[in-house]
């Protein structure tokens, strides 16, 4: 790997009476999928923000493809390849779960540089209409594209929102925390279905986690953070067996499985 | 709009629409000259309410201000039109709109950018009362005395010209024209562009994180509404034959609000069939002092309290209770 | 040179502290309940036709500065009472919905307070002399300070004082500051959210009634009243940092006495320069003057 994709040096972020985060540094290189773990009141939040770009660092950067976007703002980070989705799924609640994909699928389209071909035609264009479908089968639920958003369920609002993220067909995914929330069984289908997204398109996937299954079950690399420093970096099976984090983190929460 | 369950189908839509403006283009066989009047009125009244709520129902702007795009557009035509009579008059009418796109375009390039929510509505309110004061006081406008003898043009088509000043004919102009512009509210609403600015409308962050450009939308937006109500100010004033400042008042941009609120602020139609309702209580109401306006703002009340989809969103259940709940997503 | 300064100082505070006093109650309202209350200004229109009323049926055309005080405080009183009616079956149940159809209900009720002033005092206009004791004036060089106007800046000015002494150093005040910042945890606290709303609804609507009184002099009485400083009442309100009294206080003076100044510059139109310094403010500082705090 020569550039990594992202990479965070030296961050710091305060609040007024906290800091945050205290000299952050991690790499993220293509086609990994980056957990980052802690227990509650960690940052790990705070830190996944300022990687999306909804929050700016008090020092330190962070590099895209080598490339300064510290400051770059979240909304232009889309643009370099950038998908975000949130703990709590935010879809458009009143449109169908249909027009959510189109009005993603536009976007991207639109910021693409690919024109319609009949500016003046109101409805979405055939290659939208595909392009929707495609990625409403990608994560099931094509039965449910009439119905308005607001309706669906916690899970099939998760769906949802990675198929309008996988609509951007970004480079790097962020997902924050994909399976809050979650019943057991809904949580393991999230995760089967965020793995078979990564097989099938090959993007690389940033994600703050509780569950340690899921964590466990899609990273290919996981930092560790506590009380806003990284204390472990590395592979899954190399940070499960270091015994600072054992002590610190997952000694507490038993086994190494469920909430920390 | 989406065709959500409770609502008739595009056809059957396009078809109410249809016969909503047949049965305007046959009120003056039937009707006297006072009606005739009104309904010219009231034409215009409904494309203004549908402007005002492209702004906020379909992208969450709300504006107290938006008489002044009227005042600004029926303005600029007076005055165009007296100015520069060899102009065609379809080209005033489109350049009094362009006029009102333009500054909207201008004064929300820097508003929208610094100012949401309230802020921006009362912002607007602000740039309303100036354009009020600006005319009052303007000797070239007639000041509060008005902008008087507006003439209503003779309408040059190659072919043939019409003279708009005969009989009812600036009426069939009216009807048709804001039927044009109706149109093409409507299908900005459903457009690519529309349905952007509905995304922006539920949760502008989450649409900034599809790349969507927000504040270019919002503008977009902004200008379209304040251009189409120039246009439909831009028609008044030939019709009244005089402009007064009381266009550009901030009670008069109250006037889409309440239209929206009656008619259904979920629904395309909803501010045209909230001005109609308005005309016929006001109507209704026209001989009694005070009892007017007790009236309208007692419905007013109930629609918000008992009923806030307003009259369609009412018709809505109603046919959700009639046609049984199968149809239920 | 004094007086080119000092004429329209005067002028300035004068039409702040007419706006100030008008936003006094709106200013609670919107601070407490978050509500716009477009419907301010017919109640204060009321209160005037009231105190209006009042003064006819108490007899004799002499009007005492006491007889003057005490028409203020009923018509006050009797708007409060409004107030309460309003709050139990407007205001309550808004809390519910939207806060665009909030504004639409408030609107609705100026409607009605307009329509309710045709139906019961008609259309004329009508007029009330200022109370002798008023309506002298000082001259101090050139400057002609009518009674009237020092005695509406003093009140202003002491309206002010007592709201901000209410806010800031009873245990009335802390309720209402708690309230303003998180009623879900005023109410997890053991406040009474609901009372205290009905509370400043009514304190509101008494502080609309009063004001109308006091103005009275100073207007000409019409159905046309209750539009008269909504606007700059809704621009003070804003400028001043969205329903903070001192913000309020503050930016009322800002904006009438640049308006002052303006208008001498530029006597075309006068009032211009209060809407273009307040849509300025809103560009270049849309937190408000007095951003943070509430109240």
Known sequence: MSTPLLEATGLFKSYPAVKVLKNVNLTVAGGDTFAIIGPNGAGKTTLFKVLSGELFPDSGQVAHEGRDVTTVPAWQRVRLGFGRSFQVARVFSDLTTEDNVVVSVEAHRRNAGLGQRRPLAWAPTAEVREGVMETLREVGLVDKRRVVARLLSHGDKKRLELAMCLALQPKILMLDEPTAGMSPADRKSATELLAMVKERHGMTIVLTEHDMDVVFGLATKVAVLHYGEIVAQGAPDAVRKDPLVRDIYLGHGGAGAGHA | ?329 | MLSSIAGPLFNGLFAAMVVFLFASGLTLVFGILRVLNFAHGGLFMIGAYLAFTLSGVTGGSEMGVLRYVLLCALAGVGLGILGWLVERSIFRPLQKVDEAYSLIATYALLLICEGAVKAIWGVNFRSVPTPPLLADAWIAGDVVMPVYAVFVIAVGVAFYAALEWMLHHTQTGKLMKSVASDPWMAGKLGVNVPRLYAWIVIAGFFLAGVVGGLLLPNQTLSPNLANAFVVQAFGALIVGGMGNVRGTFLAAILLSVIDSFGSLYFPEIPGLFFYVAMAIMLVVRPQGLMAGGSL
């Open chain 2, 1 to 329: 709009m989406e065709p959500s369950p409770a609502q008739a189908s595009p056809l059957m839509r396009f078809g109410l629409a249809m016969l909503c403006m047949a049965a305007f283009l046959a009120l003056p066989g039937i009707a006297d000259k006072g009606i005739v009047f009104l309904a010219g009125t009231v034409a215009l009244q409904m494309v203004f309410g549908l402007t005002w709520n492209l702004m906020f129902g379909q992208t969450g702007l709300v504006s107290f201000g938006h008489a002044s795009f009227f005042a600004v557009g029926g303005y600029a035509y007076a005055y165009a039109a007296r100015a520069l009579p060899q102009v065609h008059p379809l080209l005033t009418f489109a350049g009094a709109g362009l006029l009102c796109a333009a500054i909207a375009a201008l004064v929300g390039l820097i508003a929208l950018r610094r100012s949401q929510g309230v802020y921006f509505a009362i912002l607007t309110l602000a740039l309303s009362q100036i354009v009020y004061l600006v005319i009052s006081s303007s000797a070239a406008l007639g000041r509060e005395d008005g902008f008087t003898g507006i003439r209503r043009p003779k309408l040059p088509l190659g072919w043939t010209t019409i003279d708009l000043a005969a009989g009812n004919a600036y009426y069939y102009f009216i009807v048709v024209v804001s039927a044009l512009l109706a149109g093409i509210v409507w299908w900005v609403t459903h457009s690519r562009v529309g349905r952007v600015f509905r995304a922006i409308q539920q949760d502008p962050e989450r649409a900034a994180f599809l790349g969507i450009p927000v504040q270019r939308y919002r503008l977009m937006s902004y200008a379209i509404a304040s251009g189409v109500a120039g246009v439909t100010g831009a028609l008044f004033g030939p019709w009244l034959q005089i402009l007064t400042p009381e266009v550009a008042h901030w009670t008069a941009s109250a006037r889409p609000i309440l239209y929206t609120l009656l008619g259904g602020v979920h629904f395309f139609w909803g501010p045209a069939v909230g001005a109609l309702g308005f005309a016929v209580l006001e109507y209704g109401t026209r001989t009694l002092h005070g009892i007017s306006e007790i009236v309208t703002g007692a419905i007013l009340l109930a629609v918000v309290l008992a009923a806030p989809g307003g009259i369609l969103g009412a018709v809505a259940r109603l046919r959700q209770r009639i046609t049984g709940k199968e149809r239920r997503p």
